[in-house]
C-alpha cells in the first residue's frame, strides 16, 4: 500500500534544476554537508517571506548531508539538520523530508512530527509527480533534538543499491506545516522552508 504524502515533493524536480553551486564530494558531514541552507527563511505557503521567524525554528533548515560507514556499508546514512528541532509540535503536522535521484529515479526520506510524537521514518522511490511512494520501507533512525538532528539509516537495496562511485544528483532537504488530520482543517502546506536559497549543494558519491 502506498503511503501518502500528498504535495510536498512536487516542487523538488524544478528545486533542483535552480540550486546555485553544484560539486561532487566524497563524504558528507555536519562541517561539510551535501546542501547548506540560509537561516530565517521559512516562508508562507514556501513564496511569501514574514517576521518573526521564532515560532518556527523547528523547520528551518541548515543543512543536509549523507555518510557511509566502512562497518556497515550496505546502509546509506541521511542527516537533516534543522535549527531547533522539536520532538512534538504545538499543533502542526510538521514534515521533514531529503529527496535525490539516482540513475534518473526518485528517492526520499521522510519523517512526520505530531503533537503527539513523531512517525516511523521511511524511505523508499517516489512517482514521478513526486507526491507519493512507489515503494517504501521502515528504516532506522534517530531524532535527535538535543543536536537538532534527524538521520535515517537506510538499507541500500530499498533505494536501488547505490554502490561504489555510483552518484546521488538532485539532493533536496524541504520542510513543511500543515495542519494534522485530525483537526479537520484542509491539510496544505502553510508553511515550508524550500532550498530555493541555499547556499551550496553538492552531488554525493557512494563509497562502497
Known amino acids: 500500500m502506498k503511503k501518502k504524502i500528498v504535495g510536498i515533493f512536487v516542487c523538488t524536480l524544478l528545486i533542483a534544476t535552480i540550486l546555485p553551486i553544484t560539486g561532487n564530494v566524497i563524504a558528507g558531514s555536519e562541517e561539510d554537508p551535501e546542501v547548506k541552507d540560509r537561516i530565517?527563511?521559512?516562508?508562507?505557503?514556501?513564496?511569501?517571506?514574514?517576521?518573526?521567524q521564532s515560532n518556527f525554528k523547528y523547520v528551518d533548515i541548515i543543512s543536509a548531508w549523507i555518510n557511509e560507514e566502512s562497518d556497515n556499508p550496505d546502509y546509506l546514512y541521511m542527516n537533516l539538520k534543522i535549527r531547533d528541532l522539536e520532538e512534538t509540535t504545538e499543533k502542526f503536522d510538521a514534515i521533514y523530508v531529503i529527496s535525490w535521484t539516482l540513475n534518473s529515479v526518485a528517492y526520499s526520506a521522510s519523517v512526520h512530527i505530531f503533537p503527539e510524537g513523531p512517525t516511523a521514518l521511511l524511505a523508499g522511490s517516489i512517482d514521478e509527480e513526486r507526491n507519493d511512494y512507489?515503494?517504501?520501507i521502515i528504516c532506522d533512525g534517530d531524532i535527535d533534538s538535543i543536536n537538532d538532528i534527524i538521520t535515517w539509516i537506510i538499507p541500500k537495496d530499498s533505494i536501488g543499491y547505490p554502490s561504489n562511485a555510483n552518484?546521488?544528483?538532485?539532493?533536496?532537504?524541504?520542510?513543511?506545516?500543515?495542519?494534522?488530520?485530525?483537526?479537520g482543517i484542509p491539510m496544505w502546506d502553510l508553511f515550508k522552508d524550500l532550498p530555493w536559497n541555499a547556499k551550496i549543494i553538492k552531488d554525493y558519491i557512494v563509497q562502497f
Open 167 to 183: 552518484k546521488l544528483e538532485n539532493i533536496v532537504p524541504h520542510t513543511h506545516l500543515r495542519y494534522p488530520e485530525s483537526s
Open 134 to 136: 512507489v515503494d517504501y
Open 40 to 52: 530565517f527563511d521559512v516562508k508562507l505557503f514556501g513564496l511569501f517571506p514574514f517576521i518573526p
